[in-house]
């Protein structure tokens, strides 16, 4: 059974950094697309960064830019994301996301282009 399993959430302080990590059962990354996506109390469900797993190809909005990176370990099947200078505002759910499709510039953030979808782990900053 396919499943995506969120790990590494918790408090940090503004400014401070943190990891989140992905574990993927039954997936062969070559043949999916990989995101992260966030949702705060009463928002919707955002997208924030994704690799292609063919091409390595990484897209991510304006707020991510220069501050969040993702990652992935082929071999052990998990992929990462890297925060740095965290803000408040950044404070959410965050799930770790899979597509079996191409992912484009214009779709890659949209929660309906993924198929498979971890638990979500708590990430909090505060001020």
């Known amino acids: 059974e396919r499943q995506l399993v969120e790990s590494g959430g918790g408090l940090v302080q503004a400014g401070g950094s943190l990891s989140l990590s992905c574990a993927a059962s039954?997936?062969?990354?070559?043949?999916?697309?990989l995101g992260w996506f966030r949702q705060a109390p009463g928002k919707e469900r955002e997208g924030v960064i994704c690799?292609?797993?063919?091409?390595?190809?990484?897209y991510y909005t304006d707020s991510a830019k220069g501050r969040f990176t993702i990652s992935s370990d082929n071999a052990k099947n998990t992929v990462y994301l890297q925060m740095t200078s965290l803000k408040p505002e950044d404070t959410a759910v965050y799930y770790c996301?899979?597509?079996?499709?191409?992912?484009?510039?214009?779709?890659?953030?949209?929660?309906?282009?993924?198929?498979?979808w971890g638990q979500g782990t708590q990430v909090t900053v505060s001020s």
């Open positions: 039954e997936f062969d990354f070559d043949d999916y697309n």
């Open positions: 996301a899979a597509a079996h499709r191409p992912v484009y510039l214009s779709s890659w953030y949209w929660p309906s282009e993924y198929d498979y």
């Open positions: 690799i292609s797993g063919r091409d390595g190809t990484t």
